[in-house]
């Protein structure tokens, strides 16, 4: 009997699922839908908690130490450093070495690895009255995406744009959690079925 497959999940607020139940998250969501077209997949270990940055992401690693390989590795990591104020060039460094982590976990092995673009929270409710200009905060985080796109395409990792979805349905009431920032399960579903296409060509390739 072939020992179900193993997903590593690592991220922030929009990994671990801030405002929604544990079985809504996208990464829980994504696990499921594979399991149900017939791929034995453990249950994500996920790594995430709300606000953190690359370089808190990078010490809960360490300190969660998890054992590696894991025949799927995702990363969702940025929004906070950005909301910090951190500009690009002090995000890309930090991305790429949190990727080279997750290719780590990966075997070693680039295309078991995909990465999601960060939504756009300036059009969410929470950012319209944070005093923020939303204009720069789309434009702030468009670089971002940006580099860590450019950054995937160098490496071999997929890269998942989610940032699309989340700027067209972001600031719907439905869309949302009870805080007017965080997605609802809703939107962790839009999520989970663009990236479920890409975990599972993953898989097979594996």
């Not at 193993?6 to 839908?33: C, F, H, K, M, N």
């Amino acid at each position: 009997m072939t020992a179900p497959r193993r997903y590593l999940a690592l991220g922030d607020s929009y990994t671990i699922g801030e405002g929604i139940g544990a079985e809504d998250r996208w990464p829980v969501q994504l696990a499921d839908a594979l399991r149900s077209e017939g791929t034995a997949l453990d249950a994500p270990e996920i790594i995430a908690t709300t606000g953190w940055t690359t370089d808190e992401l990078d010490a809960a690693i360490d300190a969660a130490a998890p054992v590696g390989p894991f025949d799927l590795v995702s990363l969702l990591i940025g929004v906070n450093d950005q909301y910090r104020g951190r500009d690009v060039s002090e995000y890309t460094p930090a991305f790429e070495a949190l990727l080279q982590r997750a290719i780590g976990f990966a075997g070693g092995d680039a295309a078991r690895v995909f990465v999601l673009a960060i939504p756009d929270w300036g059009v969410t409710p929470f950012g319209a009255h944070s005093g923020r200009d939303v204009a720069a905060i789309a434009r702030e985080l468009d670089a971002y995406n940006a580099a860590a796109a450019a950054i995937c395409a160098a490496r071999g990792v997929a890269f998942v744009d989610i940032a699309a979805v989340s700027r067209a349905h972001g600031g719907e009431a439905e869309m949302l959690a009870d805080d007017g920032l965080h997605p609802s399960a809703a939107l962790h579903t839009e999520w989970m079925q663009l990236a479920l296409p890409v975990a599972r060509g993953l898989l097979s390739r594996a």
